[in-house]
């Protein structure tokens, strides 16, 4: 029997052997510090450090105004939470556009309705996670109620590393399938 021969196969078995060693949490941990490492050496300006750290707030807070965060990004939401408020996010602008010499309107007044969006966003966020602790304890009943040596829970992907880390501060065993959507 010669692996040559059968390269897809081959190829399925590296996959599965890699993929049961790889933990996702640290993976996507070592990938955000290294994107850190690599966005710190290739912005020199401060005016360039605070323009990305901008691009990546507005990326927070339209993925919260959609209810779209995962929750590492909730994670990100909750720690950048004051630069994120309208007035603070719109000045840090201003202050950009200033240096820069660039002129153009400025963000409207409507603040106050979209960080009040926020506040609800973040409170989604906040019931979503209680939500993964509910559905945690429910299944660890049912399974010591009913004895049962397996069980399958499926959920939405905000409660995946929630709903894992518990499972594995309890040491239980368990799988993730996760459909790749185009």
Do not use: C
Not at 41 to 51: M, N
Not at 97 to 108: C, F, H
């Amino acid at each position: 029997f010669s692996t040559g021969s059968y390269p897809e196969v081959t190829n399925w078995l590296a996959h599965e052997i890699l993929g049961s060693e790889i933990d996702s949490a640290e993976l996507m941990n070592e990938l955000e510090k290294l994107t850190a490492q690599l966005l710190d050496k290739l912005t020199d300006q401060a005016e360039e450090r605070e323009l990305l750290e901008l691009a990546q707030d507005f990326e927070l807070i339209s993925g919260a105004l959609k209810l779209e965060l995962n929750g590492r990004e909730f994670d990100q939401f909750l720690e950048r939470e004051s630069r994120l408020k309208l007035e603070s996010f719109s000045s840090r602008l201003e202050l950009l556009k200033q240096k820069a010499g660039v002129t153009s309107e400025a963000i409207d007044s409507s603040a106050d309705k979209i960080d009040r969006l926020l506040d609800a966003a973040k409170r989604f966020y906040e019931h979503a996670r209680l939500r993964d602790e509910a559905m945690t304890g429910n299944i660890e009943k049912i399974i010591e109620r009913e004895k049962l040596s397996a069980a399958i829970l499926i959920t939405g992907g905000f409660h995946t590393q929630g709903i894992l880390a518990r499972l594995r501060g309890k040491d239980y065993s368990y799988i993730t399938l996760t459909p790749r959507l185009k």
